[in-house]
């Protein structure tokens, strides 16, 4: 038998559209060479507009949903994304803990493209608390980064970049797409400061699941080894190019196309 491709667990809540969510980071997990595994942690009704309902797991069966399929499959990543609720949160942190060398991904998702919002207060209070110091690289727009560093508005992204390793986190990849300009700019952190700064023309449009599909890359390069420099330029590369080739399945927001280089 052939032996197996690096494994990347993904808790996230589900996008009927595909464009984002646990659909999303399977197909870029998948994509990537890697397989992927999941543990659903809400239900959500959206198109490609915006999210119109979210329904949050309990958490004893996002315990039940983990445990399960890590004690029968080892995993070299996770990645995590909307998570539903505070105390699905703490679930989620519950397992993590117990699995203290693999590397976690964690993007915040706080809001939907359009700006619904997806986090309240106590979730971004356990996610500050419980989950960033277990997470290897938080992928925060410069939107989420200024709520989780509870920072002004227009604070320098920086300034929220060390907050945010303050508690916890190794890395924090603070990605531009909200602010101005005709590059998006992409910067990764640690508590020492700026490690690399990454420019890419700024595309046309508006895309849904651009977030989920970067954290999913990052992962799935960290499963395969590459350390978290060039896991985080690897998967700039690869998110760049899956927006370059997306496509618009309805007559809201394009998707990316995980899958363009089998086109």
């Known amino acids: 038998m052939s032996s197996s491709p690096p494994i990347v667990l993904a808790f996230a809540a589900s996008d009927p559209t595909g464009g984002a969510g646990l659909q999303a980071?399977?197909?870029?997990?998948?994509?990537?060479?890697?397989?992927?595994?999941?543990?659903?942690?809400?239900?959500?009704?959206?198109?490609?507009?915006?999210?119109?309902?979210?329904?949050?797991?309990?958490?004893?069966?996002?315990?039940?949903?983990?445990?399960?399929?890590?004690?029968?499959?080892?995993?070299?990543?996770?990645?995590?994304?909307?998570?539903?609720?505070?105390?699905?949160?703490?679930?989620?942190?519950?397992?993590?803990?117990?699995?203290?060398?693999?590397?976690?991904?964690?993007d915040p998702v706080l809001a939907s493209g359009r700006g619904d919002?997806?986090?309240?207060?106590?979730?971004?209070?356990?996610l500050r608390s419980i989950l960033l110091p277990l997470t290897t690289v938080l992928t925060p727009n410069s939107l989420e980064a200024r709520r989780l560093a509870r920072a002004a508005p227009d604070a320098a992204l920086a300034g929220c970049a060390h907050a945010l390793t303050q508690l916890g986190c190794k890395y924090v990849l603070v990605t531009g797409t909200h602010e101005a300009g005709a590059q998006v700019t992409n910067t990764l952190y640690d508590e020492s400061g700026k490690l690399r700064e990454d420019a890419?023309?700024?595309l046309p449009g508006e895309y849904h699941g651009s977030g989920c599909?970067?954290?999913?890359?990052?992962?799935?390069?960290?499963?395969?080894?590459?350390?978290?420099?060039?896991?985080?330029?690897?998967?700039?590369?690869?998110?760049?190019?899956?927006?370059?080739?997306?496509?618009?399945?309805?007559?809201?927001?394009?998707?990316?196309?995980?899958?363009?280089?089998?086109?």
Not at 29 to 50: E, F, K, M, N, R
Not at 73 to 91: C, E, H, Q, T, Y
């Open 117 to 126: 919002p997806l986090a309240d207060e106590e979730t971004v209070q356990t």
């Open 200 to 202: 890419w023309p700024r």
């Open 25 to 106: 980071d399977l197909l870029s997990i998948a994509s990537l060479g890697c397989h992927p595994l999941s543990v659903l942690t809400a239900i959500t009704a959206q198109d490609t507009h915006g999210v119109e309902g979210l329904l949050a797991l309990d958490p004893a069966w996002i315990t039940r949903q983990a445990r399960r399929v890590l004690a029968d499959i080892p995993v070299a990543a996770f990645k995590l994304g909307l998570l539903g609720s505070a105390r699905n949160a703490a679930a989620v942190a519950e397992i993590l803990a117990e699995h203290p060398r693999t590397p976690v991904v964690l």
């Open 213 to 263: 599909t970067l954290a999913s890359a990052v992962a799935a390069f960290l499963a395969r080894g590459l350390d978290v420099a060039e896991a985080v330029h690897q998967a700039q590369s690869y998110t760049w190019k899956a927006l370059e080739a997306g496509f618009q399945p309805g007559r809201g927001q394009h998707l990316p196309d995980r899958f363009f280089g089998s086109r």
